[in-house]
């Protein structure tokens, strides 16, 4: 796996870090944001790895950023790996412009149409098949993010 | 007397159904576009019971984390309980001990049998053989015997602890799960000439639903619902854990027996079929379970978890279960967030019901056997 990600390194050079997953063996590509979405396309497109499904894609916020982590796998290769970038957390009420996957992995949408509500980000560039809406009513705010005011109780 | 088809002229009607429907599997809606009853688009709207159980487990300490987890899905919360459980014992280099690992697959495998039976009861509801979920039900309150023997509950066990479970082997829990493993054995084969060998239940299904190759790998169905379509992954060979790799055990797949590889006929045979393997895992597991601690530590309120991260992910009953879970060294979680099986699983939905006819979309939906409590955490 670490010889693939050497070519990745080649291509992309200081755009990419590489490091393990917390204690696994897996490794994470850390990408610059606004090299995400072309990381993401050479990643899915290029023969050494075909990494051709999205597993799950996550978000959490830590020290004023927003962590995006797509976590793919290589069906062809059974390569698994985390594609990770971030971007600064903006004003409690304003959203964050990040580019959309469902184009390179249709099931992206499936997470992006619960998280963009959730953490107040819009996901630009693909516009998904809209199959599964997600209704969550109105919050004051973007719930997932650490400066939502957390109310114990709620009105009906 | 010849008797020729009407040729009803229709136009273009929009159909809302439910929320909240006995015939749907859960609370979301569907948007139609029919054409007299047969659909030409369709459209769900989930979230009206979102719990909040991603946010409410930041606000929680590591030691009642637990909770929130169990109610991810509370039909086959063992899943939840056990994936949580692999990824903070992974940040916190936990080693788990081999007895507390082989009472966590028994119960797992028990909750896997547990769920397939519910599937199999609310199946033979919707398609009108109300009498069979009786007697699969009689079998399923077996299994929730056996997992309250062990864990003082029935539902949301709250069982599994970092490093280990909550307490040993009950007295008796063994012989009872011989006992109760060969019974449902013989119950299968019920099942099978009540629902299998009856035209009227194959007719409901077959050729029903189909799920694609190609749907399975561009929404990310997982689970029974894909290897009913011939995709033989199942985590728990792909990637062991808790002592998986040491029981032998078949992953069945969809052949097309009486309509079509991938069809709803086919999701009910591969259940039937994992109900046989986990009772076959459940019956070796028992007699093997190693001597030694169930739980490798005491965990008190104010433990903390050293600052990292982990993505674990186990096979639950309804397909690819996995959490992520972010530290940041604190007393709470940073974030917890689920992958689970069927916000996946009802994406095809919207593909599965476009030329169907209105009357088969409760058939279609049980087939799937999708858990809204897991789409709408």
């Not at chain 2, 949580?84 to 001990?97: G, H, L, S, T």
């Not at chain 2, 799920?211 to 169905?221: A, D, F, H, N, T």
Request: proline letters at 5%; one cysteine or more; charged letters at 25%.
């Amino acid at each position: 796996m670490r010889t693939q990600l050497n070519r990745l390194e080649a291509v992309f050079g200081s755009a990419t870090q590489i490091r393990n997953f917390g204690r696994s063996e897996k490794f994470v590509v850390e990408a610059e944001f606004v090299k995400l979405l072309e990381i993401a396309v050479w990643l899915r497109m290029e023969e050494h790895f075909r990494m051709d499904l999205l597993e799950a894609f996550t978000i959490f916020e830590s020290k004023g950023k927003l962590v995006l982590s797509y976590f793919i796998r290589s069906h062809p290769h059974n390569l698994q790996l985390v594609l990770r970038s971030s971007v600064t957390v903006p004003g409690a009420y304003e959203r964050v412009n990040a580019p959309s996957m469902i184009g390179i992995w249709p099931h992206a949408e499936a997470f992006e149409t619960e998280l963009a509500p959730l953490f107040g980000i819009e996901f630009t560039g693909s516009r998904g098949t809209g199959g599964v809406r997600k209704v969550f009513g109105e919050f004051d705010g973007f719930p997932l993010r650490k400066s939502y005011e957390w109310q114990e109780s709620f009105e009906p | 007397m010849i008797y020729t088809q009407e040729k009803l002229h229709t136009s273009v009607s929009k159909l809302s159904w439910g929320p909240s429907d006995p015939a749907l599997p859960g609370i979301f809606r569907i948007d139609m576009e029919a054409e007299g009853d047969l659909i030409r688009r369709a459209r769900l709207e989930t979230g009206y019971l979102h719990k909040g159980l991603e946010k409410s487990a930041e606000k929680r300490n590591w030691f009642t984390s637990i909770v929130p987890v169990d109610r991810v899905d509370s039909e086959a919360s063992l899943a939840a309980e056990l994936v949580f459980a692999i990824a903070v014992e992974e940040i916190c280099n936990i080693q788990v001990p081999r007895r507390a690992q082989t009472i966590r697959l028994i119960l797992a495998e028990l909750d896997r049998i547990g769920s397939h039976l519910g599937f199999l009861a609310r199946l033979s509801i919707v398609s009108g053989f109300e009498t069979v979920s009786h007697y699969i039900l009689r079998e399923r309150e077996l299994v929730l015997d056996l997992l309250e023997l062990m864990t003082g509950r029935r539902f949301n066990f709250g069982f599994f602890r970092l490093g280990g479970v909550a307490a040993d082997i009950t007295e008796g829990f063994i012989e009872r799960i011989h006992e109760t493993t060969r019974l449902i054995e013989i119950r299968l084969r019920e099942y099978h000439a009540l629902m299998i060998e009856n035209r009227a239940f194959v007719d409901r299904l077959a050729w029903q639903g189909v799920l694609s190759p190609e749907v399975i790998q561009m929404k990310g169905v997982t689970g029974p619902n894909a290897r009913a379509s011939g995709v033989r992954f199942d985590m728990r060979k792909v990637e062991p854990y808790s002592s998986y790799e040491q029981f032998d055990f078949r992953v069945p797949i969809g052949t097309g027996a009486r309509g079509t590889i991938g069809d709803g006929f086919d999701r009910v045979m591969v259940r039937l079929e994992e109900i046989r393997e986990s009772l076959l895992v459940l019956t070796h597991a028992v007699d093997a379970v190693p001597p030694g601690d169930f739980l490798a530590f005491r965990m008190m309120p104010d433990f903390t978890v050293p600052a990292g991260e982990a993505y674990a992910r186990v096979e639950s009953s309804r397909g690819l279960l996995a959490v992520h879970v972010v530290s940041d060294g604190g007393f709470h979680p940073t974030r917890v967030q689920w992958r689970t099986p069927s916000l996946a699983n009802i994406e095809a939905v919207p593909e599965l019901l476009r030329g169907v006819t209105i009357q088969d979309i409760p058939v279609i939906l049980a087939s799937l056997d999708l858990s809204i409590s897991e789409v709408d955490r």
